[in-house]
């Protein structure tokens, strides 16, 4: 059972412009989020988290929206650039427990130049 | 530099073998993870750690075996009972709660 789900798993995006990429979960209990970035042949690096609390966490270009009503959440890149080229994954995981992350199946951006 | 290695990057199996892929971080955390990815599908969980001696299985513990005597080392081995095993390996370390993982850059296991 899929906790956390990406339903796109794929988006091209100009250079310059937004991407948004999104990510909805069905555990209400998820009080902590975060967006991972992947190359092929490596481990995913941390790009950006978002506790429950908020509904707004900016760092540069890079931007994750949540809404906890509508089990959402989204980042957004702006501007896009060729670098940011890679899949995404979006996860989730409880503050309790063994505190496991839950993935996403990613998103593979294309940023075109 | 602090972080997580795991050897080797390319694996090569023969059907019926055992073979342990190596994780080791000199990042002080305290627990550690095996994730497996495939094509097409998200990580998923093998095992964790949240401390020396003890582990966890994840949601697809079958077919593997992990140890944590060390908490610098987490090595995952792949016994000839997984059915499918050929797949990208991701070991990764977290510091506790409220921290996102630390991972290391994967080992790609093929069984030929």
């Known amino acids: 059972d899929q906790q956390v789900k990406q339903n796109s798993p794929s988006l091209s995006v100009q250079e310059g412009r937004i991407s948004i990429l999104n990510c909805d979960y069905t555990?209400?209990?998820?009080?902590?989020f975060l967006w991972y970035k992947k190359y092929p042949a490596e481990g995913p690096t941390f790009l950006i988290s978002?506790?429950?609390?908020?509904d707004k966490n900016e760092d540069g270009r890079f931007t994750v929206f949540l809404n906890k009503s509508a089990k959402h959440l989204s980042l957004h890149i702006v501007p896009s650039q060729p670098g940011d080229s890679a899949v995404y994954f979006c996860?989730?995981?409880?503050?309790?427990?063994?505190?496991?992350?839950?993935f996403g199946t990613g998103t593979r951006l294309t940023v075109i130049p | 530099d602090g972080g997580i290695t795991q050897s080797p990057k390319y694996l090569f199996r023969k059907e019926g073998q055992n073979v342990t892929l190596s994780c080791e971080q000199n990042?002080?955390?305290?627990?550690m993870y095996w994730y497996r990815q495939d094509p097409g599908q998200g990580l998923r969980l093998i095992y964790y750690?949240?401390?020396?001696?003890?582990?966890q299985k994840g949601d697809i513990a079958e077919g593997y075996s992990v140890s944590r005597e060390k908490k610098e080392s987490f090595p995952l081995t792949v016994t000839s009972a997984q059915k499918n095993p050929t797949a990208f390996y991701l070991c990764?370390?977290?510091?506790?709660?409220?921290?996102?993982?630390?991972f290391g850059s994967g080992t790609r296991l093929t069984v030929v």
């Open positions: 978002i506790s429950s609390i908020k």
């Open positions: 996860a989730a995981s409880l503050q309790t427990g063994a505190n496991n992350l839950f």
């Open positions: 990764a370390s977290r510091m506790g709660p409220g921290y996102g993982y630390t």
């Open positions: 990042l002080n955390h305290d627990a």
């Open positions: 555990n209400s209990m998820f009080d902590y």
């Open positions: 750690s949240q401390i020396v001696n003890d582990f």
